[in-house]
């Protein structure tokens, strides 16, 4: 079974992999690392809209 701290690793692997890619959800933005909600995801740098949130297990 996966420990806290390998899932936590893995969620911020995601996050790094996503980030800079292109927005689904509008032109010309592309994802960013910032907190949304109070999790950790990546967020559109143009219209504001998570493409991926991890929600904190703790």
């Known amino acids: 079974m996966a420990t806290l701290r390998d899932q936590t690793d893995q969620s911020t ?6 980030e800079q890619t292109a927005c689904s959800f509008c032109d010309g933005g ?7 909600k109070g999790n950790e995801a990546v967020v559109c740098s143009s219209c ?3 493409g991926a949130q991890v929600w904190n297990c703790q």
Do not use: C, F, K, S
């Not at 692997?13 to 996503?18: F, G, S, V």
């Not at 592309?30 to 949304?36: A, G, K």
């Open 13 to 18: 692997a995601l996050l790094e992999l996503l």
């Open 30 to 36: 592309h994802l960013v690392q910032e907190q949304y």
């Open 48 to 50: 504001g809209t998570p």
